[in-house]
């Protein structure tokens, strides 16, 4: 038989097999290793997975061959939250913070996501493309083969569409996936601080439909959070977003509890992200209503805080949880998701079996592409790393450098 790619002697092939569901509970463990394993792709499909010895019988003078003798192989990261589309970094308030001034203390004061909207209205379409190009080129370096990216910084209709528009053309452009969410509900920008009702007018019967009309947004997000979207203005918001046909993700009960969980379920969201003030309540509305828990561990350790989100209680509820960066020019500009499952591991107590489950499949649900990517299976697109380490273990145990050799990308070497 003939095949493009033979990927063989993988000392661990995770192959992450297993029900076509997001994975709960006990199912959060299981990697369905391989050892000595071998992959076979071609096209853009992986079209048999087993034992080296027993796939090299079946396959001659394959186009490729690659050895992973001694190597992890495992699906790509997928990246359910980012925000990379931006112009300057805001590595001044990390100092801010470290000197004690707190996130909130930061945003009231001209600073946080309001100091990023100037940058990018002021900045041109090519130039914000080419300074997320770079972005990108890293965050895929480190293992990401697909990524969620939200708008969020132009907080105007034409800058709001000016980012959809870079993050379209990025994913026109780049080798790996990339999926836009609009999230002109990030902040209240300062002209409107007054007068909020008429920013929640413009984005909800002008922003949204032109976007819409447009089709430069898969999904609609909102910062609900104590010092930003309220409840009900996020209730009023996203059901006018679902009317228009997006689907819904939310970020929910960051800093405060406020109920942001229970609305996410209320909502139908496909996912709520950071939950590090999340209830049991809201723990149990999330599961019964099917939303998936992203959790973001980056940003509560780049904040300098403790309130990490309670993945192990989430798990043993039965929630699905995944993981993302929250790459982003403030409140966490990590690149890696290999660090995230480090901390995902020290600080949230996942096992390192769950923080990958987490990075792969159960992140490709909550894009809506769990049936497409996010396990090495027959019939799945063939996006894959060769981790140069002995064992899953090592992953979130060697951290500061990248454990990444060759990320493939639908059948193709792309580092």
């Known amino acids: ?13 995770l192959t992450i097999a297993g ?20 992959i076979v792709v071609k096209e853009d499909k992986i079209i048999d997975v087993g034992y080296t010895e027993d796939i090299v019988k079946k396959y001659d003078n394959p186009t490729k061959i690659i050895d992973a003798s001694n190597k992890v192989v495992m699906p790509g990261f ?37 100091s990023s909207i100037a940058g990018v209205r002021e900045t041109s379409e090519d130039e914000l493309y080419k300074l997320a190009e770079k972005r990108i080129n890293k965050i895929i370096s480190n293992g990401t083969t ?23 053309k990025l994913n026109e452009n ?31 019967n002008e922003m949204m439909p032109k976007i819409k009309e447009m089709n430069l947004a898969e999904y609609c997000d909102i910062f609900t959070e104590d010092h930003v979207y309220s409840i009900e203005q996020s209730r009023r918001i996203l059901n006018k977003a679902k009317e228009l046909g997006f689907k819904i993700r939310i970020h929910a009960d960051e800093i405060k509890l406020i109920g942001g969980a229970e609305l996410a379920a209320e909502v139908g969201a496909v996912s709520a992200d950071h939950l590090g003030a999340a209830s049991d309540k ?25 309130s990490y989100a309670r993945a192990r209680d989430m798990i043993e ?23 995230i499952i480090t901390l995902a591991c020290l600080q949230m107590k996942m096992t390192p079996a769950e923080a990958i489950i987490a990075s792969t499949i159960n992140a490709a649900y909550s894009l809506g592409l769990g049936d497409k990517i996010g396990s090495l299976e027959i019939g799945k697109k063939a996006d894959i790393l060769i981790m140069d380490m002995p064992s899953y273990q090592y992953l979130p145990y060697h951290f500061g450098s990248n454990n990444v050799e060759t990320v493939i990308k639908n059948g193709k070497v792309i580092k």
């Open 19 to 38: 029900s076509n569901t997001p994975r709960t509970r006990s199912e959060m463990n299981k990697l369905g290793i391989i050892n000595n394993g071998a």
């Open 146 to 168: 697909t990524l969620e990216a939200k708008s969020g910084y132009g907080l105007s209709t034409e800058s709001e569409i000016k980012m959809l528009k870079v993050i379209k």
């Open 78 to 114: 997928v990246d359910p939250h980012t925000h990379p589309v931006f112009k300057q970094t805001r590595e001044d308030e990390f100092e801010m913070r470290i000197q004690g001034k707190s996130y909130v203390e930061i945003s009231q004061s001209g600073g946080g996501i309001r």
């Open 174 to 204: 780049l080798s790996i996936d990339i999926i836009p969410t609009f999230l002109g509900a990030h902040e209240f920008p300062i002209e409107y601080k007054d007068n909020k009702e008429k920013y929640i007018d413009i984005l909800m």
């Open 317 to 339: 509820a039965g929630l699905a949880v995944a993981l993302a960066t929250d790459y982003n020019p403030g409140s966490c500009n990590c690149d890696s998701m290999q660090f």
């Open 1 to 13: 038989m003939k095949a493009d790619l033979l990927i063989i002697n993988a000392k661990e092939l």
């Open 282 to 306: 809201g723990i149990k509305a999330m599961r019964d209503n099917g939303v998936i828990a992203i959790l973001l561990p980056g940003t509560i350790f780049s904040l300098g805080m403790k």
